[in-house]
């Protein structure tokens, strides 16, 4: 067929699947995947395990080794038929852990780490490079096979230009396809339902090939049956070491290869569709592999001798002028090497990106690490993995010479990755599998496979000096790459596998016995291999899975306190009678522990702890609604305590003001108590001193007279000052009995001005009054007011310093109050003192001359405060102005 | 020789009392009402013996002894501080003031007539 048509098939043939994924992709952004999420397209997405080494390799693997070629098939069919409970656990636990490759399974088991998530993301990429090197080879082949020149005298490219054009082709189509956008749980519906599509074209080209062979070239299956019986193929003899390495190797390919692992676990969308895939995976297998033996017969029969057996599905038709159906051969192939490809490379990639540049990028630019640059970087990331694994698989085809066989270079890769086996199985089923373990497995086993199959596959001196291979590197025969260890007479590809899955699996049972697990390894080991126990586990009590008693001392020590953990548990051994600090870990022990415990975290958080200990479940959704709802109990009852702060914070304000007052009190007491030591000290003073003096006698009488008045106006001033004390207790007391009635205003400052006319009566005041204005009838205690007006004008009197002292007394009534103003004509009283004056004891001049002990003003303002009343200075009137106010009726005591 | 007394003190009476207890003890009393002229008055003729109520109007007792300790003039003057309020507070007060004797109201003329005697060293 002329080149440009072929391009231009394979360029619509593209087109088309392109616009298969685009269309399921737009599918199931609507939700609407329907058939698409189904067990029969999971199966035939599963089939990109038969890449074009299975399409075309498998017929040139037949015609030269014979049946060994259905190892291939047999090792899968092994796995889905007899395994498919490991894959069931595989599923659910990238399902529930939501991985997205091998290496992040790997890693996440292992404690999240990501030293391991590297290396196998560098033995991935390495042991696929020969795979891809194979799908280019492949394509390539096919195309110089079925290229002819156009019409027009146009000569196709050769192989080399072909291969170039082939990997740029599939790098370009792959990251069209696969990195359009980051999708968070790594799953590509349009990719899986186009090699689904892919799947039934190269299923279907090969059967018609198949067909073709039997019914067309042969004389149906009878006559076929002869054929190979007379063909070289059935001298084929089984080799019973190479044909159990083979499957072995296939079968561990089937779940380790990095593609299988993405379409079978990643992008796996129920679990059931597993059970499915158990009995038509095998069965696809067994069709893809039921006309390999009647193509190989025919061919080797049809073909001239030297013929490549790799391309006789595709040079059979052309020899017998199908040129249909040869192209229909053509994209079969076609379709499986892209398929695998693109998948592949897509895997990869995510492993590349995730764990190798996401962790050296984030390294170096922390600050950055959460802005939204992540996204754009992540898939420049995996374009530009797409390109370097695609750019290596085009290398490894240059340098292995691209004239190694197909099924040859697939077996290279499925050695490689083989390496996964030992750390996934151990790391599924057995807990005490730890990371030390994995990372020297996968090492040890990935060196002995690069040293003994991987490297000398470019053949002798192109990495490794033939000299190495023929007597060992630094002459140590032992470790020739192709007989380690003296063992020389094995196959070399079954040499390879030996010995690297041996000490693979050595290293990692070493590594896991001799090291300890983390603790998020431990957690996470007990979460993959009791992954479907859940469900079933007994919610609480103790019955079913107990604990390391280490492992619960750690926990313990961690949460209660290395000390307090310690005599706990020494507490408890010796109650089984056991000496140390490691009881047995018995369910009433385990029930003690976990209530210990919940002392300190909370019930919830102490029993899902327990149960990853116990290794008993996964912590279940309750467990986490219970420790969320624990959360939530804990904070509620942090913010009652805060509120609870707050109003200590009030309470205790509230008594330094009251201890600040209660001070201030104590000091005004103190005050008060010198003040009236003071008060009443004074006039004790002069009776004693002139008491002494009269009793020493020798006097003449008008002095005993004088002394003797003196002691009695001492005495009477006592007197004052201890009424005057009594009344100002009883007022402020407010336990003053009040008499309250109907009394004239007039009649009252009558009474006050008789009465304060005692005081200095040798002072001629003037009053000034408006009588028409005081007839009032005030309801209140008459007495009490009286004695506020007595003490006002008794004060003018003794204050007032004015030549001719006036005292006017003005009356008003506004509402339901009355006010009576005081006003006299002397200097008043100066601003500053004005605070003071009705204080106790807040004597403004000589209190002799005045005669009073400084309680008048504050004895009337407690009696005007039991009046309902007030008594203010009224500043700027002249003189010293009072005003007493009063309600006009006062209905009941003022407490 | 007749030792001069200056009684500074603001109640009559009590100055009154005061100066027949000590006239009649043979000292010649001098008295003063308040505290405002004090200082001038003692530095204008210096007394034998200061008597000093420690609450006066005007200005404190205390202040008074306080200038007139500052004074070399006066520094040395004996000086009996007088105070009606009696607590043990004012009695320290008054001493670190520098008062020679101190005396609580009320008092007894014996008790007053000793103290002034050995005051004017007699």
């Known amino acids: 067929m002329p080149f440009n048509l072929l391009v231009l098939s394979c360029l619509a043939y593209v087109i088309f699947l392109f616009a298969v994924a685009w269309w399921a992709e737009r599918r199931a952004a609507r939700g609407r995947l329907g058939w698409l999420q189904s067990p029969l397209i999971y199966t035939l997405s599963l089939s990109i395990y038969c890449t074009a080494w299975t399409f075309y390799g498998a017929v040139g693997y037949a015609a030269r080794s014979g049946l060994e070629f259905l190892t291939i098939y047999l090792g899968p069919t092994i796995v889905f038929v007899g395994w498919w409970w490991m894959l069931r656990k595989l599923v659910r636990i990238g399902r529930r852990q939501g991985v997205t490759s091998i290496a992040d399974l790997l890693s996440s088991r292992f404690g999240k780490s990501n030293l391991l998530g590297v290396i196998v993301t560098v033995i991935a990429v390495v042991a696929a490079t020969p795979y891809i090197a194979l799908q280019l080879q492949s394509v390539t082949l096919s195309f110089s096979v079925f290229a002819s020149p156009t019409d027009d005298g146009l000569t196709p490219p050769g192989t080399e230009a072909t291969a170039i054009w082939v990997a740029t082709g599939l790098a370009i189509f792959t990251i069209l396809f696969g990195t359009r956008n980051l999708d968070a749980k790594e799953q590509h519906h349009g990719i899986v339902t186009a090699i689904a599509v892919e799947a039934v074209v190269k299923l279907v080209a090969l059967v018609a090939v198949g067909v073709f062979v039997v019914w067309g070239l042969a004389d149906g299956p009878f006559d076929m049956k002869a054929r190979i019986h007379a063909s070289s193929i059935s001298d084929w003899n089984l080799q019973p070491g190479r044909w159990a390495g083979l499957m072995f190797a296939s079968g561990a390919a089937v779940v380790c290869l990095p593609r299988m692992f993405q379409v079978m676990v990643v992008e796996n969308a129920d679990e059931r569709h597993l059970s499915t895939a158990s009995w038509a995976f095998p069965l696809y297998l067994f069709a893809m592999s039921l006309f390999i033996v009647p193509i190989a017969v025919m061919g080797l029969e049809r073909l001239p001798a030297g013929a490549n057996a790799d391309m006789f599905v595709l040079t059979l038709p052309l020899a017998e002028g199908q040129g249909a159906l040869a192209m229909l051969a053509f994209l079969g192939g076609f379709s499986s090497a892209t398929s695998m490809v693109i998948v592949e490379s897509i895997a990869l990639a995510t492993m590349v990106s995730n764990h190798i540049v996401m962790p050296v990028w984030l390294r170096l630019r922390p600050a950055k690490g959460m802005s939204g640059d992540v996204r754009r970087l992540v898939l420049l990331a995996r374009r530009i993995s797409i390109a370097v694994v695609l750019g290596l698989g085009y290398a490894y085809y240059r340098k292995s010479g691209g004239s190694a066989t197909l099924a040859a270079i697939g077996l290279i890769a499925f050695a490689g990755v083989a390496q996964f086996l030992p750390a996934m199985v151990f790391g599924l089923f057995w807990r005490g599998a730890t990371r030390v373990g994995a990372v020297l497995g996968l090492s040890v086993g990935f060196v002995i496979w690069a040293y003994t199959l991987f490297l000398p596959s470019f053949g002798p001196d192109a990495v490794i000096p033939a000299l190495v291979f023929a007597e060992g590197p630094w002459g140590l025969d032992w470790l020739r790459p192709r007989a380690l260890f003296g063992v020389g007479a094995m196959d070399p590809l079954i040499h390879a596998l030996f010995w690297s899955m041996t000490l693979n699996t050595a290293a990692f049972l070493i590594g896991s016995l001799f090291t300890f697990p983390g603790p998020v390894e431990r957690m996470q080991g007990a979460a993959f291999v009791h992954v479907f126990d859940s469900a079933a586990a007994n919610p609480r009590g103790w019955q079913r899975g107990l604990a390391e008693p280490e492992d619960l001392l750690v926990m313990s020590q961690r949460i209660m306190g290395d000390e307090d953990a310690l005599a706990f548990f020494e507490a408890e051994a010796k109650d089984q009678g056991k000496a140390g600090y490691l009881p047995d870990p018995s369910p009433q022990f385990m029930a003690r522990l976990e209530r210990r415990l919940a002392g300190s975290v909370g019930a919830a958080t102490a029993h899902a702890m327990m149960s990853q200990l116990a290794g008993r479940a996964t912590v279940t959704v309750e467990d986490l609604m219970a420790v969320a709802s624990e959360s939530a109990q804990i904070m509620e009852y942090s913010a009652r305590l805060e509120s609870q702060q707050d109003e200590l914070t009030r309470t205790a304000r509230a008594l330094r003001e009251a201890n600040d007052k209660l001070t201030q009190l104590s000091v005004q007491k103190d005050a008060f108590l010198s003040q009236i030591s003071h008060e009443l000290r004074t006039p004790m003073t002069s009776i004693r001193a002139f008491s002494e003096i009269l009793t020493e006698g020798d006097l003449p009488a008008p002095m005993v007279a004088h002394y003797g008045r003196i002691i009695h106006d001492e005495a009477r001033r006592l007197t004052r000052l201890l009424d005057d004390l009594l009344d100002l207790s009883v007022l402020e007391n407010g336990t003053v009995q009040l008499n309250l009635g109907l009394t004239n205003l007039s009649q009252m400052i009558d009474r006050a001005l008789a009465s304060a006319s005692h005081t200095k009566p040798e002072r001629s005041f003037t009053i000034h009054r408006d009588l028409p204005m005081e007839n009032i009838f005030l309801r209140t205690d008459a007495d009490r007011l009286v004695q506020v007006f007595i003490n006002l004008i008794s004060n003018a009197r003794k204050y007032c310093d004015a030549t001719a002292p006036e005292l006017r007394i003005s009356v008003r009534q506004k509402g339901g109050r009355v006010t009576i103003d005081f006003i006299d004509n002397g200097s008043g009283i100066p601003q500053d003192s004005q605070a003071l004056i009705f204080e106790k004891f807040a004597r403004l001049t000589d209190q002799t001359r005045a005669g009073g002990a400084g309680l008048g003003l504050a004895i009337c303002r407690e009696v005007m405060a039991n009046l309902g009343g007030t008594i203010t200075y009224l500043p700027g009137q002249g003189g010293a102005a009072f005003r007493v106010a009063v309600p006009l009726r006062l209905e009941q005591q003022v407490a | ?122």
């Open chain 2, 1 to 122: 020789m007749t030792p001069r007394v200056l009684l500074i003190e603001d109640e009559p009476n009590i100055t009154e009392a005061i100066r027949f207890i000590l006239s009649r003890d043979g000292c010649e009393v001098v008295t003063l009402a308040d505290g405002l002229g004090a200082v001038q008055a003692v530095r204008k003729d210096v007394p034998d013996l200061l008597i000093l109520d420690l609450m006066l109007p005007g200005v404190s007792g205390l202040d008074i002894l306080v200038q007139l300790r500052s004074d070399p003039a006066t520094a040395r003057l004996p000086v009996l501080m007088l105070t009606a309020k009696g607590q043990g507070r004012d009695r320290e007060a008054a001493e670190r003031a520098g008062a020679n004797h101190f005396m609580t109201k009320p008092f007894s003329n014996d008790d007053m007539r000793a103290a002034v005697r050995a005051l004017t060293g007699r």
